[in-house]
Nanobody, 126 residues
């Protein structure tokens, strides 16, 4: 069982930045694929970014590419999402996710991940 706790959400003006952090339990954190998803009001949860494998391969949703950066610190069992140039449409609850599968192509799908945090609210005002 892996427990995930997200911190770092808040209210920011459009064009601003936030960094989300996710603390993970477990001795084998470095072997997990990690992802960030988000859910806006009235919408389904959607993929944002993932980092996986020993090489730290990253992928991003087209909507955040070039603005968001996912990273991890295996020594601290932490994963981060640096969000720059925020837009009102980035407003959502952001979830950290972890899973044991590092190889394959469906890393953008919720079912790829076995464990989820409770989420942290990000609100971007115009």
């Amino acid at each position: 069982q892996v427990q995930l706790v997200e911190v770092g959400g808040g209210l920011v003006q459009a064009g601003g930045s936030l960094r989300l952090s996710c603390a993970a339990s477990g001795r084998t954190f470095s072997s997990y694929a990690m992802g960030w998803f988000r859910q806006a009001p009235g919408k389904e949860r959607e993929f944002v970014a993932t980092i996986r494998g020993s090489a730290g391969t990253t992928n991003y949703a087209d909507s955040v590419k070039g603005r968001f950066t996912i990273s991890r610190d295996n020594a601290k069992n932490m994963v981060y999402l640096q969000m720059n140039s925020l837009k009102p449409e980035d407003t959502a609850v952001y979830y950290c996710a972890a899973g044991p599968r590092n190889f394959g192509t469906r890393w953008y799908v919720e079912s790829w991940y076995d464990w989820w945090g409770q989420g942290t609210q990000v609100t971007v005002s115009s």
